[in-house]
């Protein structure tokens, strides 16, 4: 893909940026995980129950921050995959815990290498301290909070 033309004039604004570098991972990643049936969002969640283990549907639909009947579709797919398997709470009967499988687990490393090579091209002009860089950045930006340690300020304002 061509990069985006330098415009001296324009405002540096990071938001076009990112959406430009969002489209381009997102088209990249959903052909590299269309041969394992996956798409973006069951690899997400897939990333959710490893990274917290097993989860009820009711928390993993606020954890994704979707409706519960899509996140019923969503663990469809991936039951009928054999990627995760759903289980009656032993607390409270009207509760499914969503688990992830030792499959799941399997295809999820599969398609993060594939993944890895989506983000190898698609960030190729950085060298590997700037990918750091930029995804600390990008983990500050998400939670929140300001990292002292970046800001020359007295007293801080950024």
Known sequence: MAPLPLVAQAPRRSGALLEHFA???????????????????????????????????Q??????????????????????????????????????VVVLTERGAKELARAEAALAAVEDEVFAALD???????YNLLVQAASGTVDSSACTEEPPTC
């Open 128 to 134: 590997p301290n700037q990918r750091e860089q930029l």
């Open 59 to 96: 928390s993993l639909a606020q954890i994704l921050e979707m409706d519960s009947t899509n996140v019923v579709g969503l663990l469809n797919d991936l039951e009928a995959g054999q990627l995760i398997e759903r289980h009656r709470s032993p607390e409270d009967r009207r509760r499914h």
């Open 23 to 57: 489209r381009r991972i997102r088209l990249r990643a959903e052909s590299v995980l269309a041969p394992f049936g996956l798409r973006p969002r069951h690899l997400i969640a897939l990333t959710v129950l490893q990274t917290r283990g097993s989860s009820t549907q």
